[in-house]
C-alpha cells in the first residue's frame, strides 16, 4: 500500500472543551512542571544548576503571564472600541 493509498484519519474529540475546562488544563500543567522541578532539586540534592534552572523557568513563566495579562487587557480593550 503506497501513502496516496492510506486513508486519511482525523481526530474529532466527541464534545468540545469548555473555555474553563481549557484553563484549568493549561494552569494544571504548570502546577505539574514546577511539582517536578521541585522534586528533581529535593532528589538531586539541591545542585547549583538544577536550582538555577528552576529559577530561571520560575521567572519565564511569571514573564510569560505578564505578558498574556497584558495581551488580554489590550485585547479587551480594543474590543470595547470596536462599534457593534
Given at each position: 500500500m503506497?501513502?496516496?493509498e492510506?486513508?486519511?484519519?482525523?481526530?474529532?474529540?466527541?464534545?468540545?472543551?469548555?473555555?474553563a475546562?481549557?484553563?484549568?488544563?493549561?494552569?494544571?500543567?504548570?502546577?505539574?512542571?514546577?511539582a517536578?522541578?521541585v522534586?528533581?532539586v529535593?532528589?538531586?540534592g539541591?545542585t547549583?544548576?538544577?536550582?538555577h534552572?528552576l529559577?530561571?523557568t520560575?521567572?519565564?513563566?511569571?514573564?510569560f503571564g505578564a505578558?498574556?495579562?497584558?495581551?488580554?487587557v489590550l485585547?479587551h480593550?480594543?474590543?470595547?472600541r470596536?462599534?457593534?
Amino acid at each position: 500500500m503506497s501513502m496516496a493509498e492510506r486513508p486519511v484519519a482525523r481526530f474529532r474529540p466527541v464534545h468540545p472543551m469548555s473555555r474553563a475546562r481549557k484553563a484549568v488544563a493549561f494552569l494544571l500543567g504548570g502546577v505539574v512542571w514546577a511539582a517536578a522541578g521541585v522534586i528533581a532539586v529535593v532528589l538531586l540534592g539541591g545542585t547549583y544548576i538544577v536550582r538555577h534552572l528552576l529559577l530561571v523557568t520560575g521567572v519565564s513563566w511569571l514573564v510569560f503571564g505578564a505578558a498574556l495579562a497584558c495581551g488580554i487587557v489590550l485585547r479587551h480593550r480594543e474590543e470595547r472600541r470596536v462599534p457593534d
